[in-house]
């Protein structure tokens, strides 16, 4: 687990305090960018990707998103008591006006410290956010927290199954995708270099599912999403109350 001592450190269970500041910074630069670069190098695939997430969401829930960033995935949601946060004020300004005031509530937050009560949600969902957790088993702990007995944790964010496919995503991540933000932003300087580190350091499907268990989650199922398998996605459950 990652420690205050060691700030600038970032591995498979989170990030130092410093790190964890560079990359809000990093990922708040891409807000003018961020739909188009991220449809791009998944080849069109995130919105296939989101659309499976929602169909875990039915009407009338109260859904909770952490990491909403723009709100590209809330806006996408109808008939539905959602709730969209964000460390970042950037981005929930963009959320709102993406999703509309009326038509969700806006919450500045960290997933380690939700300030939220507890069973609260039917669903939990993180598009793409999860590895940017500062301390992911805290973070989970949380979200077990703020589910409602039976609810369900949804994750979809880049695919690690092994070591192989992890060094076939850094090389992705290192070109193509590189190449790709380099011409959308036209700065040889774009957040995307420093975002890769993210997927060089994020752990795999096994490592996750285990930290789940761990952490109270039960009926946890992981796997890539097919064709190209550059997208994972986690469903578990909250014990139903005894």
């Not at 539905?80 to 970042?88: E, K, M």
Request: hydrophobic content about 40%; aromatic content about 10%.
């Amino acid at each position: 687990m990652v420690r205050d001592e060691a700030p600038n450190s970032l591995d498979r269970d989170g990030m130092g305090q410093e790190a964890w500041k560079e990359l809000m910074t990093n990922l708040e630069t891409t807000i003018p960018v961020y739909d188009k670069v991220n449809s791009i190098v998944t080849l069109g695939q995130d919105k296939r990707w989101r659309k499976n997430i929602a169909s875990f969401i039915q009407p009338n829930m109260d859904v909770l998103e952490i990491g909403c960033g723009p709100g590209t995935f809330s806006e996408s949601l109808q008939d539905v008591n959602i709730t969209c946060l964000d460390p970042s004020e950037e981005m929930l300004a963009v959320a709102r006006r993406r999703v509309g005031e009326e038509n969700a509530t806006f919450v500045q937050g960290v997933a380690e410290d939700l300030p939220l009560a507890d069973n609260s949600f039917d669903r939990v969902c993180c598009l793409f956010s999860f590895r940017d957790f500062h301390d992911k088993a805290k973070g989970l702990g949380e979200i077990l927290r703020v589910l409602k007995p039976g609810g369900l944790l949804l994750i979809c964010d880049a695919g690690k199954s092994n070591a192989l496919q992890g060094l076939m995503g850094r090389i992705w991540m290192g070109t193509v995708v590189q190449w790709v933000a380099r011409r959308v932003t036209k700065d040889k300087n774009h957040p995307w270099k420093w975002l890769a580190k993210t997927y060089t350091h994020f752990g795999t499907i096994s490592h996750y599912k285990k930290m789940m268990r761990q952490v109270g989650f039960s009926e946890v199922k992981g796997r890539l999403y097919w064709p190209f398998f550059m997208a994972e996605r986690f469903i578990a459950k909250k014990p139903d109350e005894s």
